[in-house]
């Protein structure tokens, strides 16, 4: 469902995504599962039926459909309508979007290489990255401070030898397990004299330079999201060229900001994917099993989880897609407050629509047979990643009293021709 009439181009692409997803990804995942196998081998293993899926995905034209019109690098697409796209893929979260190479963080950190980085930075990261040959991480939050302020960061990015040195610990760096993960994009501070926004910085470090340590993989509810996963980095006294500094010295901020913008909307279409599934599920299972003499949909609070799950899933939608046609019209920038009510939302209603669903499924519904256990904790998740909720309601509430307060004063001058 589209606010806007899509392209003939989009729709075609919406069609081929689909069948691909459906009669290719989903059907992938228990081989997928299987291929990892067990213990440490989960964090070295890239399953074979994922490099013949993202060969399939390019021969379909469904490769780096992400990067927007606004990069010649690019799909030539605009946010609203890979907000569309990227929907789909969320019907299998851990299969499709890498099939496509389109999975976070990569997306993100391709499209810092893309906005802001130097021609041997993309000459270096951004190439493979884009040819689905290495992955990446972001290195940003860590263990010692509350992370959700930025400004609390404290890793040291050092000048030392022509270069910087980097010194700091990390964790719950998204990609930092994967066998192919070659980069990361840290964030720590140049100078602590600086104004607030204006200390951090983003350098660009090899994975495998001296003195980088992936200490440990850390679980979700239990899961480990191998090979990718979610782990604990250690920077002791890594050394890197000045090169790899990303636009300058104390644009941190700047960076993250443009970063983070577009991919909110990215994990929140992906969310609406789960949900959509989730709810098919759900309706697949009430029509199906049998209790005190009648069919569980024909029981009335059943038939109000299925409604309410449509609705809210319906609105969450129009939010998402509004914040993604003001990204292309005004820039992320200027729709700070859409992205975020969209991106505190969204989450919640999937983790809703999630819940019902386990309920149906009794048992069953906590356990591998499904995906709907593994949805809800990446669901929960994702109401700390990328940003708390308490965190992006009190900037809705700011943006909302100062447009407020700006509507008022507008109304007062012009009530009053004397303060004109």
């Avoid at 994922?50 to 030539?76: Q, V």
């Avoid at 000045?242 to 994990?267: A, D, N, T």
């Avoid at 069919?295 to 319906?314: F, N, P, Q, T, W």
Wanted: aromatic residues 6%.
């Amino acid at each position: 469902m589209s606010l806007v009439q899509l392209s003939p181009r989009v729709q075609e692409l919406q069609r081929r995504l689909t069948e691909f997803v459906e009669n290719e990804c989903i059907p992938a995942e228990a081989e997928y599962q299987k291929a990892l196998g067990e213990g440490a081998q989960r964090w070295k293993t890239v399953p074979p039926v994922m490099e013949r899926l993202k060969a399939r995905a390019r021969s379909l034209g469904l490769w780096n459909l992400f990067l927007t019109k606004d990069y010649k690098e690019g799909a030539g697409l605009t946010n609203y309508e890979y907000a569309v796209l990227c929907e789909i893929m969320g019907r299998s979260p851990a299969i499709a979007p890498e099939a496509c190479n389109c999975s976070a963080p990569d997306t993100g950190n391709m499209e810092v290489f893309a906005k802001y980085g130097s021609p041997a930075q993309k000459e270096k990261w951004l190439v493979p990255l884009m040819e689905g040959k290495i992955r990446s991480a972001f290195a940003m939050t860590e263990p010692a401070v509350a992370s959700s302020d930025a400004t609390n960061i404290c890793t040291k990015i050092t000048p030392s030898r022509g270069g910087y040195l980097v010194n700091g610990r990390k964790w719950w760096i998204s990609g930092a397990g994967h066998p192919r993960c070659a980069v990361f994009l840290t964030m720590g501070k140049t100078d602590h004299s600086a104004s607030k926004y204006s200390q951090q910085s983003i350098v660009v470090v090899p994975a495998d330079a001296p003195g980088v340590t992936v200490v440990r993989p850390l679980t979700v509810f239990g899961y480990d999201d191998a090979p990718h996963g979610h782990c604990e980095v250690l920077f002791e006294n890594v050394w890197v060229p000045k090169e790899s500094l990303i636009l300058g010295e104390g644009r941190g901020f700047e960076v993250i900001q443009g970063r983070l913008g577009p991919g909110r909307i990215h994990h929140c279409m992906r969310s609406l994917g789960m949900g959509e599934r989730g709810l098919g599920l759900m309706i697949e299972r009430v029509q199906s099993r049998t209790t005190f003499g009648r069919k569980i949909v024909e029981h009335g609070v059943v038939l109000d989880y299925i409604a309410k799950s449509r609705m809210e899933l319906e609105s969450a939608r129009m939010l998402v897609l509004r914040a993604a046609d003001m990204i292309d019209k005004v820039g992320a920038k200027h729709a700070k407050k859409e992205i975020a009510m969209a991106k505190v939302v969204v989450p919640t209603v999937v983790l809703g629509i999630l819940d019902r669903a386990i309920q149906m499924y009794g048992a069953g519904g906590v356990g591998q047979d499904t995906p709907l256990a593994d949805f809800w904790a990446g669901m929960r998740t994702l109401r700390i990643a990328d940003g708390p909720d308490e965190v992006h309601t009190r900037q809705i509430a700011q943006l909302e009293i100062a447009e407020q307060n700006a509507k008022r004063s507008k109304k007062s001058t012009l009530s009053n021709p004397a303060k004109l």
